[in-house]
């Protein structure tokens, strides 16, 4: 495991800001810890990257304390900060070399500026990049390390579908090549196309983490949009199973989502001259999984 | 070294497209000189009011570059997250330290380039002038400022260490005789201002500009402890977020 949380807790004052959670973030794999604002996301990551004071428990970057091996660990840890980190007046060209530099790896700062596609802003200076550029540039200076372990605090917050897609594909190369990559993020379904593992938080606590295919569980029962108006206890006769009207042309089919089921289905929809506009088998999303284990509504 | 290098030429570039700030830093320093030197408003102890103030608007300027300046420009880079980004680097608290004093010293050089001229357009004498120990004095002033104003920058926060760095640069200024004699200060003050590294700066810049003759070594042991102690604990003592 290169990332292993135990019973950390975080206090701000009296306020506790994380309580008690414990979970690990398998090397080479994709961890999104996910949560609302004000779960204990980023107080959990901070204390991973070194920046804050754990009140109690203990956590383990690649092997080392992040609070005490701080140094050692910035020689193996790429940050991509929350938003900032950039003076105004810098400009991407000069910023990108100054952390190249910084980090010694031997990491080209124009090729990087190439990878997050920001070759046409090169002189431009960040306070006049929109935040989806900014946060380009800070997933660049992230990569600057080449990193084994990553920490991207909401990499994709406020950044436009062209950037989500550059962004997504960083992500998946650096998993290939072996990097841990954990990230922050309220974004469910964003954090779904990248991720492996999930932590989902909860008001400071972990309320579950493990292989994303482990935490999603599949609904016993098929929904499919047609039309309103479809009698049901025909469509029943045809499936074999009870069939209920949700309204707006949804049905539900009391039954596991099987090829054959979807067959009957959609054969009889057809023979009926009806449309068939949608069809759902009942695999959970991240978002529906995080609402049924965290009781949200 | 080569992160202090890297993190160097970082400053100076900032410094260098923030260029109204450095034209501030020239240009107050400039005034001064030009005000103060033109009208006889101060009392210079009997001597030639230029070789007063020339030494110790020199003193101002470092005061200003090294300790406000610099500590008010890196309380911007915590507010801006810009040091927290640092601190994920390899670069160590001693060397930001380090690369801070150093480009600070940069800027004191194009200050002195205009002073020193301008101070001899005005009248100011230049004989007997130790320059390799003025050089010294004014590293080791830079090396004080700067470690009195990353200390500040590097614990408080930003609004804290702005109201800090200039309530402590007037007291500073006020007793350090730079540019108010402290034969004018009450004795018990201006005794204690001997403690002060403002105090044993505009002495020792005197002292070597001038040649006046005034002991070196109080002041100078004075500003070696501030310029040496002070930065190291400074990078001690230094937060990255």
Redesign the interface.
């Known amino acids: 495991m290169s990332v292993v949380v135990e019973n950390l807790t975080v206090q701000y004052g009296d306020l506790t800001a994380v309580d008690g959670v414990s979970f690990e973030a398998p090397a080479g794999a994709v961890t999104v810890i996910l949560g609302p604002n004000g779960a204990g996301k980023t107080s959990t990551i901070e204390v991973c990257e070194g920046f804050r004071q754990a009140a109690s428990g203990s956590v383990r970057v690649l092997g080392l304390d992040p609070a005490s091996q701080h140094r050692a660990l910035t020689q193996r840890m790429g940050v991509m900060l929350q938003g900032g980190g950039v003076y105004p007046s810098a400009r991407v060209q000069d910023v990108l070399a100054h952390f190249c530099a910084l980090h010694g790896k031997g990491v080209d700062a124009k090729a990087l500026m190439e990878r997050v596609g920001l070759t046409a802003r090169a002189k431009g200076t960040w306070r006049r990049l929109s935040g989806g550029e900014q946060q380009r540039v800070s997933l660049a200076l992230a990569l600057a390390a080449q990193p084994e372990v990553a920490f991207l605090d909401e990499p994709t917050s406020g950044v436009d579908i062209e950037g989500r897609d550059v962004i997504r594909d960083i992500i998946k190369e650096l998993s290939e090549r072996g990097t841990t990559v954990v990230l922050a993020s309220h974004e469910m379904a964003e954090a779904e196309k990248v991720a492996t593992h999930a932590v989902f938080f909860k008001q400071g606590h972990v309320v579950a983490s493990g292989e994303i295919t482990s935490l999603l569980s599949i609904r016993k029962h098929l929904r499919f949009t047609s039309v309103d108006g479809i009698t049901t206890a025909d469509i029943a006769i045809a499936a074999g199973s009870p069939v209920k009207a949700l309204g707006d042309g949804k049905y539900e089919v009391a039954s596991e989502s099987t090829p054959q089921m979807v067959s009957r289905i959609t054969s009889w929809l057809s023979t009926q001259g009806y449309p068939l506009s949608g069809i759902d088998m009942g695999m959970e999303t991240l978002e529906d999984a995080y609402r049924r284990i965290a009781g949200t509504k | 070294m ?2 202090i290098r ?2 160097l ?2 400053e100076l ?2 410094i260098a ?2 260029g109204e700030q450095l034209l501030l830093t020239l240009v107050i320093p400039l005034i001064l000189l030009g005000f103060f030197g033109s009208v006889d408003v101060l009392p210079a102890g009997g001597d030639d009011p230029l070789q007063f103030l020339v030494p110790g608007v020199l003193a101002v300027a470092i005061m200003s570059t090294a300790m406000v300046s610099l500590g008010i420009a890196t309380g911007f ?1 915590r507010s ?3 040091l ?9 608290r001693a060397e930001l330290v380090i690369a801070k004093i150093l480009s600070v010293f940069a800027v004191e050089v194009l200050q002195a380039a205009v002073l020193l001229p301008l101070g001899y357009a005005l009248g100011w004498r230049v004989s007997g002038t130790t320059w390799p120990l003025a050089i010294a004095v004014v590293l080791l002033g830079t090396s004080s400022f700067a470690g009195v104003g990353l200390l500040l920058s590097g614990r408080l926060r930003a609004e804290i260490n702005l109201a800090a760095q200039n309530g402590l640069y007037l007291i500073l200024l006020l007793l350090g005789g730079m540019i108010i004699p402290r034969d004018s200060l009450p004795g018990f003050l201006s005794n204690a201002a001997q403690a002060l590294p403002s105090t044993a700066l505009a002495d020792l810049l005197r002292s070597t500009l001038n040649n006046d003759g005034h002991a070196l070594m109080v002041p100078f042991i004075v500003l070696g402890a501030w310029g040496l102690a002070v930065p190291a604990i400074a990078a001690k003592r230094f937060r ?2």
Do not use: C, D, H, I
Request: aromatic share 8%; no cysteine; charged share 30%.
């Open positions: 080569k992160r890297t993190q030429r970082a570039m900032l497209r923030n880079e801006y997250l810009v927290k980004r640092l601190g994920a680097t390899p670069l160590t990255w977020s």
